[in-house]
C-alpha cells in the first residue's frame, strides 16, 4: 500500500493557524479530502496520514470526523494536552476511534527549546510510550540533540523526526544538522520523515539535486526500514505541487530497489502507525 504520511487539512474560519503566512497565499484557502482525493488516485496512492497543524481539541475532533468519512483517509496524527493531568481519560475517548494513530505538538514553536523535557511533558510522553501510541517530532535542528535525552526517560516510547527537522537547506548547510540527526537515528525507536523539504529550499529556485544531500545522508543512516515520505500537501504549495515533491522525492533519492521504494512509499507508514 502506497500512503502519503504527512498530509494537512484545514477550513479557514473554523479554525484559527496563526503559522500561516500574513500576507496572501497559496494557503489561505479551505483544504479538504475531496481536494487531495483525485492527486492521490493520480499518483497510484490509495491512502494517507493526516497530521495535525492546530492546538485544540476542536481541530483533533475535527480530523477525527474527516477521517471517519474519508476512506483513504487510514490515519490522524492528532493535538493533545501532553500536560494535562487527565490526558488518560483524553486517550481513552481517542483510542476508541479506530484511525487515532498517533500525536504531535508544534515543539518548533515554543519558546522553550527544552520543552519536550519539561517533566510534566516527559509524563504526558511516558502515558503514550504506555499505551503504544507514537509520537511526531516536529523539530528544527537545534531541537535534535534532546532526542537522545527523550529516549533516555522515555525508552518505550516511538518517535518519528518530521522533515528531517527542517535543515537549512536553502543555505546548504548541513553541519550540525548531519551530526545530530545520525546521533538520533542511532537509536532503534526513532524514524525519520522524508518530508517537508521543498519549503526548507529556497520556493522559487529550488532543484531535487538541493535536496540530494540531505535525503542521501538520512537514507544512510536510518535505511529504509525507518524512513517514510511525506508531501506534507498543502503546505508544500508554497514551493511547488504534491507531483513536484513526489518527483523531488523519486530523484532525491535516486535509484532503488523496488522493495527498498515500496518501503519509502508506504510500507514503513503502515509499519509505525499500525495501518
Known amino acids: ?29 479551505n483544504f479538504f479530502p475531496s481536494d487531495l482525493a483525485p492527486i492521490l488516485e493520480r499518483n497510484r496512492f490509495e491512502g494517507s ?46 483510542q476508541r476511534r479506530p484511525k487515532f494513530k498517533g500525536v504531535r505538538h508544534l515543539v518548533h514553536d515554543e519558546p522553550d527549546d527544552r520543552w519536550l523535557l519539561r517533566p510534566d511533558v516527559l509524563a504526558g510522553l511516558t502515558e503514550l510510550a504506555r499505551r503504544g501510541l507514537p509520537y511526531d517530532l516536529l523539530l528544527h535542528p537545534r531541537h535534535l540533540r534532546l532526542v537522545p535525552e527523550i529516549a533516555g526517560k522515555v525508552p518505550e516510547l516511538r518517535m518519528v523526526i518530521d522533515h528531517i527537522a527542517k535543515p537549512l537547506i536553502a543555505e546548504q548547510i548541513l553541519e550540525p544538522w548531519a551530526a ?23 520556493h522559487q529556485a529550488w532543484k531535487s539535486e538541493h535536496l540530494r544531500p540531505y535525503v542521501s545522508h538520512v537514507l544512510r543512516i536510518f535505511g529504509a526500514e525507518r524512513l517514510m515520505f511525506g508531501s506534507d500537501w498543502p503546505v508544500c504549495l508554497l514551493a511547488g505541487s504534491w507531483k513536484a515533491v513526489l518527483a523531488a522525492f523519486t530523484q532525491a533519492v535516486g535509484p532503488q530497489r523496488i522493495e527498498t521504494r515500496e518501503r519509502l512509499l508506504g510500507g514503513t507508514a503502515e509499519e509505525f502507525y499500525g495501518i
Do not use: N
Not at 500512503?3 to 497565499?25: C, K, N, T, V
Not at 485544540?56 to 471517519?68: K, R, V
Not at 468519512?69 to 487527565?86: I, M
Not at 545530530?180 to 529556497?202: F, W
Open 49 to 94: 496520514v493526516v497530521v495535525q497543524a492546530h492546538h485544540s481539541m476542536a481541530e483533533t475532533e475535527w480530523l477525527l470526523e474527516l477521517a471517519d468519512a474519508t476512506e483513504f483517509v487510514r490515519g490522524v496524527v492528532a493535538w493533545v494536552d501532553l500536560t494535562d493531568p487527565h490526558l488518560g481519560k483524553v486517550l481513552d475517548g481517542l
Open 1 to 29: 500500500m502506497r500512503i502519503d504520511a504527512h498530509q494537512h487539512f484545514w477550513e479557514l474560519g473554523r479554525l484559527d493557524y496563526p503559522w500561516m503566512p500574513a500576507e496572501p497565499s497559496v494557503l489561505r484557502q
Open 180 to 202: 545530530d540527526i545520525e546521533e538520533a537515528s542511532r537509536l532503534p525507536q526513532v524514524y525519520c520523515k522524508l518530508s517537508g523539504m521543498i519549503t526548507e529550499a529556497d
